[in-house]
């Protein structure tokens, strides 16, 4: 039990961050992002020490923050909550004007992202911000490498649209 817990753990502070961003840029509120990213590596620990073969546990843990997404906007009927101290990604340059021409950026793009559907936004998502492979992403997915290309081609196009509008 006590080797388990030492694999976990390393499966555990390899993979937090990338599963909290992406739940976060999914649900857009620190709380909740925080408590789905616990509640994911809850199962992934249950499922670890029950004997479970976890043979990507990457994938495994995508998988799980993905339904627990979508479980939490079946319970909420989708209503989409906005956390107060939404943080920017910290810039160490000290000019204002540039600190706000980001945070106006990030926003758009924030926005345009959550106008997507749900396999754009995770393509968009594992691929630029997480920074995994087309094979890694193909995997999660449940589809060919060629197919996962294509649907990154696309979901871009759409977001590239969804900018051009804002």
């Known amino acids: ?46 499922s670890f020490k029950n004997g479970t073969k976890i043979e990507n546990p990457q994938a495994y843990l995508y998988k799980t923050a993905r339904n627990l997404v979508i479980d939490f906007y079946r319970e909420k009927g989708k209503v989409q909550i906005v956390s107060a101290d939404n943080p920017l990604i910290p810039d160490p340059a000290p000019n204002l004007e540039e600190k706000a021409m980001l945070s106006s950026d990030l926003d758009q793009i924030r ?16 691929y630029y911000l997480d920074d995994l492979s087309i094979s890694e992403i193909s995997q999660m997915l449940g589809r060919t490498d060629d197919a996962t290309r294509v649907l990154l081609h696309r979901a871009l196009k759409t977001l590239k649209e969804k900018l051009k509008e804002a």
């Not at 039990?1 to 509120?29: A, G, P, Q, T, W």
């Not at 926005?111 to 594992?126: F, G, R, S």
């Open 1 to 46: 039990m006590k080797n388990l817990r030492k694999i976990f753990s390393k499966i555990y502070d390899r993979y937090i961050d990338k599963i909290y961003r992406f739940i976060f840029f999914k649900v857009n509120s620190q709380e909740i992002a925080q408590d789905l990213t616990s509640e994911t590596f809850l199962k992934g620990w249950e």
């Open 111 to 126: 926005q345009a992202l959550t106008e997507l559907n749900d396999d754009y936004q995770n393509v968009i998502i594992w």
